[in-house]
């Protein structure tokens, strides 16, 4: 079976279901029709609209099992036509009831949320918090009555939090959390190193470093960090309470350092949400690793003594073709496709 991804909005997934049957029932009015279009055109509402359709699709092999024809049968309206055993309409209808729920009630606990590469999906939460997945990224929703827990497995993701005292929310990232109310805030993670810039209101990051301990020197967003050894068994202070950031302020660490807060360039943080690349100074080598994070063709540098030079400007997420054409012109290099899914960075002739 596909692997799909539901929100946790029975609200929402029973109105996706009841337009379902409708559409698949051929039961709709112009007016129908016209509300059904602009309620598609929220892309939460077309993303459920869409899962629910293949959620159908995956549900087909069992469309002769006996027991779920008779449940279909025995909860038809008296009035319903029926086009088949598992009539659209009917079937549509009863989705709710025995194909979604017994994936909420089947599956770990919690909801699964994962984008491909160069895929970046908003997800609305069920307390009304926002979140904003990057490419390539993975995400964990666990929310009970007492606490909001999302866990960031890798990749980049933005949090627009909902107030809610009583429920604190909290992103569990490698080796920390960050503690948040009302609050909007990126977090980028990326092995063991995790970036945490606040957009607006404030938050506390908790790292839980090992001994022994280093300081980790202000760095810029993504680039890891490094460390000013203070020795084994040191103590930096906030850590148990938490590193409190205000808006504007970002932070760095790791398993073994953690940085100070720093100044943040929020634009270029939160360049991805409209797709583009936005470098600064940034080493050669490692503007080449954030721009394969969301394409399928690769960039390798093989040209060597260049991976240190600096380049600045502002590119299209996704177009490595675009970002090697452009490294050619500025920097003289020379990029060669390899097969379908490479390109190749070498020195330039002269």
Not at 155 to 171: I, S
Not at 287 to 312: D, F, M, Q, T
């Amino acid at each position: 079976m596909t692997h799909r991804t539901y929100v946790d909005e029975p609200s929402l997934s029973a109105r996706a279901a009841d337009w379902y049957a409708r559409v698949r029932g051929g039961q709709m009015s112009e007016v129908d029709a016209a509300r059904f279009r602009a309620w598609l055109a929220n892309p939460a509402h077309r993303r459920e609209f869409e899962d629910l359709d293949q959620l159908w699709d995956d549900l087909s092999a069992i469309e002769g099992d006996a027991d779920v024809h008779a449940e279909l049968a025995a909860s038809a309206p008296a009035s319903s036509s029926r086009r088949s055993a598992l009539g659209w309409a009917l079937a549509a209808s009863m989705l709710l009831a025995i194909g979604v729920a017994a994936f909420w009630v089947q599956r770990p606990a919690g909801t699964h949320y994962v984008t491909a590469v160069g895929e970046q999906r908003t997800v609305p939460l069920e307390d009304g918090s926002v979140v904003t997945l990057n490419t390539a990224s993975e995400l964990r929703v666990n929310y009970t009555a007492t606490a909001r827990t999302v866990e960031l497995v890798g990749g980049q993701a933005t949090f627009e939090v909902a107030k809610d005292p009583a429920r604190p929310f909290v992103v569990q990232a490698g080796p920390g959390h960050v503690k948040a109310l009302g609050t909007v805030f990126d977090v980028y993670k990326t092995g063991d190193n995790v970036v945490v810039t606040l957009i607006e209101g404030k938050v506390a990051v908790v790292p839980e470093v090992h001994e022994p301990l280093s300081r980790a020197e202000p760095g810029a967003s993504g680039s890891g960090v490094g460390s000013a050894d203070v020795g084994p068994g040191a103590q930096v202070a906030g850590l148990t309470e938490g590193i409190v950031l205000t808006a504007g302020q970002q932070l760095t660490y790791t398993r073994t350092a953690v940085g100070e807060p720093v100044a943040a360039d929020i634009r270029r943080v939160l360049a991805w949400r409209a797709r583009k690349l936005d470098f600064a100074d940034t080493p050669l080598s490692a503007a080449i690793v954030e721009a394969n994070r969301y394409s399928r063709v690769k960039i390798a540098l093989r040209a060597p003594g260049l991976e240190n030079v600096r380049i600045s400007g502002v590119f299209e997420a996704g177009r490595n073709d675009l970002f090697a054409e452009g490294l050619e012109s500025f920097l003289g290099l020379k990029a060669q496709r390899v097969g379908d899914d490479l390109i190749v960075l070498t020195h330039g002739t002269h």
